[in-house]
């Protein structure tokens, strides 16, 4: 008899230190449904979206799970990261990597990149960037759980618009990550009441 598949509220891929730091922020922020999936890259074969159940599938070489939300360390996984419309991140970027605070990508709901694209801050600041990043993580995903949401994606516009004006240092980025702007994003209600709208006309939240 098959073993249902074991399911998270989060799940972290790759262990590392940024990925760590949004765990922390995750349960600051009461979100202690969280899984540390600790496997070297090459162990990991592939995440997808799963529409239907709003969810992640995370296959590696010896189990699978499933989580309503990932947070990736490494954007090596690019090519074994499906979305929405069933091509991998690296397909979509089409060799021009993007992602809205360097963290999170259109067609991509509920995935959170730590040191993803388009940071564009000096080596000496990569700390400060993760510690930075966390934060937007775990708001992202508290807003989602305040509010009732399934699914949290960038908008587009957003996405192209953060990769026009990237951060001036980490002050600047630090401003943009500390709290949720719902205007940048599209949210999703679960799917027994689905709708995907834009997130502008709700509230906004703070940093956790």
Request: with cysteine.
């Amino acid at each position: 008899m098959n073993q249902p598949v074991p399911h998270n509220h989060v799940a972290i891929v790759v262990t590392g230190p940024g990925a760590l730091a949004a765990a922390v922020r995750l349960h600051q922020a009461g979100i202690d449904d969280v899984v540390l999936i600790d496997h070297d890259t090459d162990d990991v074969t592939a995440l997808h979206w799963q529409a239907d159940r709003q969810r992640w599938l995370v296959t590696t070489a010896n189990d699978e799970r499933t989580a309503t939300h990932i947070v990736v360390d490494t954007d090596a996984l690019a090519d074994r990261l499906f979305g929405t419309e069933g091509m991998s991140m690296a397909e979509s970027w089409d060799g021009e990597p993007v992602a809205y605070l360097g963290t999170s990508v259109h067609g991509f709901p509920n995935c959170y990149l730590v040191h993803g694209p388009n940071i564009g801050l000096r080596h000496n600041s990569v700390e400060q960037m993760r510690e930075s990043q966390a934060d937007y993580v775990a708001t992202a995903v508290a807003y989602a759980r305040d509010f009732g949401f399934a699914v949290v994606e960038p908008t587009p516009a957003a996405q192209q618009n953060y990769a026009s004006f990237r951060p001036r240092g980490t002050a600047d980025f630090r401003r943009r990550t500390n709290s949720f702007t719902p205007m940048d994003h599209l949210v999703q209600r679960p799917v027994r009441a689905s709708a995907t709208v834009s997130a502008a006309d709700l509230p906004a939240t703070g940093s956790c």
